[in-house]
Nanobody
Framework: QVQLVESGGGEVQPGGSLRLSCAAS????????MGWYRQAPGKQRELVAMQAIGGSPNYTDSVKGRFTNSRDISQNMVYLQMDNLRPEDTAIYYC???????????????WGRGTQVTVSS
């Protein structure tokens, strides 16, 4: 069984910081891409940050320069450091991974259950 578990969400004032963590567990052969999506109230789910194995992080324009995605591949973990948070960053943040369970198996997508980030005064 593969599971993604997020942590680190919470409520913060504008300008504050949070660090999200996502841990992938199970008998995972490889994780090809891993990163974060978010869904704000009344909005579509959108990509926040994504990083392929051997690649550099890719960010949506609205978070560029404020958020930093990093990963520990050996531990199947990914982190999202969020600085200078704004009210429009308020959303449920979901960990995302494209992974394989075996060498010749097809890729599949795994989602975390989400963690709430609220930015308000």
């Amino acid at each position: 069984q593969v599971q993604l578990v997020e942590s680190g969400g919470g409520e913060v004032q504008p300008g504050g910081s949070l660090r999200l963590s996502c841990a992938a567990s199970g008998n995972i052969f490889s994780i090809n891409r891993m990163g974060w999506y978010r869904q704000a109230p009344g909005k579509q789910r959108e990509l926040v940050a994504m990083q392929a194995i051997g690649g550099s992080p890719n960010y949506t324009d609205s978070v560029k320069g404020r958020f930093t995605n990093s990963r520990d591949i050996s531990q199947n973990m990914v982190y999202l450091q969020m600085d200078n948070l704004r009210p429009e960053d308020t959303a449920i943040y979901y960990c995302y991974a494209e992974l394989r369970l075996a060498r010749l198996a097809p890729d599949f997508v795994q989602w975390g259950r989400g963690t709430q980030v609220t930015v308000s005064s």
